[in-house]
């Protein structure tokens, strides 16, 4: 008996050792740029809420000494001093918290993550597009700050428990929806994370493949579409959109506007996928889950 817990306990250590990242570590990020880690960043510095909640889920949070103004979730970001946005950063109390990795969005941070490293700091710039891209981004995260165990565990949980949310609607009638990002009106692509949570909690999602993953749509694209579910929006702001009112989710009722924490969740692609997940479902297939 003794051997086989001494056997079990070298297996833990040998895992244990196979999950250490090494150092210096060389990645390539979203902006084709290869960053490279000399030692396990101790300051970290992120400017998107998804990298924030990422880094509390693998148990990185405690090297965060600047965050986002947005990020604001888990409740210890509450005392993690705010470095203004991923659009309007505050490049100088940045710089003056001496981090030693800064984790930034791609699509908006190309010039900051230049103006950063132009003064010596270490910057990645990538976030998830994709509803793969979501667990694959908290891998790397996980490689980075060597709490890969971490992100392991973290991303068998989150598949875990959206499968579970998948089979509750898996004999289900898909819902035709859309959803709102914001009134331009900009909506989400089938292939977006958003669009495949859709599809996945059984949706079927109006907006064509071919317009992208986060398109500007053409609103009489809505009214042919003529959806079951509207979602990102008020009923009365549907209303009030020439030729929206006599759509089907509008004369039903079943125009949905998200909580803040429910907006929160969708809109960041990180830990609280399943969150996402089940507050769609909730709109689409009313008492599938609670």
Same mark, same amino acid.
């Given at each position: 008996?003794?051997?086989?817990?001494?056997?079990?306990?070298?297996?833990?250590?040998?895992?244990?050792?196979?999950?250490?990242?090494?150092?210096?570590?060389?990645?390539?990020?979203?902006?084709?740029?290869?960053?490279?880690?000399?030692?396990?960043?101790?300051?970290?510095?992120?400017?998107?809420?998804?990298?924030?909640?990422?880094?509390?889920?693998?148990?990185?949070?405690?090297?965060?000494?600047?965050?986002?103004?947005?990020?604001?979730?888990?409740?210890?970001?509450?005392?993690?001093?705010?470095?203004?946005?991923?659009?309007?950063?505050?490049?100088?109390?940045?710089?003056?918290?001496?981090?030693?990795?800064?984790?930034?969005?791609?699509?908006?941070?190309?010039?900051?993550?230049?103006?950063?490293?132009?003064?010596?700091?270490?910057?990645?710039?990538?976030?998830?597009?994709?509803?793969?891209?979501?667990?694959?981004?908290?891998?790397?995260?996980?490689?980075?700050?060597?709490?890969?165990?971490?992100?392991?565990?973290?991303?068998?949980?989150? !598949?875990?428990?959206? /499968?579970? +949310?998948?089979?509750?609607?898996?004999? $289900?009638?898909?819902?035709? =929806?859309?959803? #709102?990002? @914001?009134?331009?009106?900009?909506?989400?692509?089938?292939?977006?994370?958003?669009?495949?949570?859709?599809?996945?909690?059984?949706?079927?999602?109006?907006?064509?493949?071919?317009?992208?993953?986060?398109?500007?749509?053409?609103?009489?694209?809505?009214?042919?579409?003529?959806?079951?579910?509207?979602?990102?929006?008020?009923?009365?702001?549907?209303?009030? !959109?020439?030729?929206? /009112?006599? +759509?089907?989710?509008?004369?039903?009722? $079943?125009?949905?506007?998200? =909580?803040?924490? #429910?907006? @929160?969740?969708?809109?960041?692609?990180?830990?609280?996928?399943?969150?996402?997940?089940?507050?769609?479902?909730?709109?689409?297939?009313?008492?599938?889950?609670?």
């Amino acid at each position: 008996m003794k051997k086989l817990f001494l056997a079990a306990l070298g297996g833990l250590t040998l895992l244990s050792s196979a999950q250490a990242t090494k150092y210096p570590l060389t990645v390539t990020d979203d902006l084709g740029r290869r960053v490279t880690l000399k030692a396990e960043p101790k300051r970290i510095v992120t400017l998107l809420p998804s990298h924030t909640e990422t880094l509390f889920a693998i148990g990185a949070g405690g090297k965060l000494v600047g965050i986002d103004e947005y990020s604001n979730y888990p409740r210890e970001t509450a005392g993690i001093t705010k470095v203004g946005s991923g659009f309007q950063p505050d490049i100088e109390k940045i710089v003056a918290l001496k981090p030693d990795l800064v984790l930034v969005d791609e699509s908006s941070s190309a010039r900051l993550a230049e103006k950063l490293s132009a003064v010596g700091l270490t910057v990645y710039g990538g976030t998830p597009q994709t509803y793969n891209e979501v667990f694959e981004k908290i891998v790397v995260l996980g490689k980075m700050t060597n709490r890969e165990t971490g992100a392991t565990n973290l991303v068998v949980k989150m !598949r875990r428990e959206l /499968s579970a +949310l998948e089979r509750s609607v898996v004999n $289900r009638p898909k819902v035709s =929806t859309y959803f #709102e990002v @914001d009134p331009t009106p900009y909506s989400v692509g089938p292939n977006s994370y958003i669009g495949t949570l859709i599809t996945r909690g059984g949706g079927r999602n109006i907006v064509p493949a071919s317009l992208g993953d986060f398109p500007k749509v053409d609103p009489e694209l809505v009214v042919r579409a003529n959806p079951q579910v509207m979602i990102g929006l008020t009923v009365n702001e549907a209303r009030r !959109r020439p030729g929206w /009112s006599n +759509l089907q989710a509008v004369r039903s009722g $079943r125009v949905y506007q998200p =909580t803040n924490a #429910e907006r @929160d969740a969708i809109a960041r692609p990180g830990p609280r996928l399943p969150e996402a997940m089940r507050a769609l479902i909730k709109v689409m297939h009313p008492g599938a889950v609670k």
